[in-house]
């Protein structure tokens, strides 16, 4: 969000609503690709690790984060 308003770039939209929680890897949607992610900021920001998997049915899971 960026002055009250959701942003995004065409028609991807940064919006809470596109997440959802999972309780388990869903078994009939392999993973396909597992790959990280590192947000290292500047100077005196912290460092953000991410961990996704991109899965048959094309869609991303957060595994993991240390944050």
Avoid: W
């Avoid at 942003?7 to 929680?21: D, K, V």
């Avoid at 500047?42 to 996704?52: C, I, K, N, V």
């Amino acid at each position: 969000m960026y002055s009250g308003k959701v942003i995004g770039m065409g028609n991807i939209i940064c919006s809470m609503n596109h997440f959802h929680r999972l309780d388990e890897l869903p078994r009939d949607n392999d993973i396909l690709l597992i790959d990280i992610e590192i947000d290292t900021k500047h100077q005196l920001s912290e460092t953000t690790h991410f961990a996704f998997a991109f899965t048959k049915k094309r869609n991303v899971i957060l595994l993991a984060t240390n944050k």
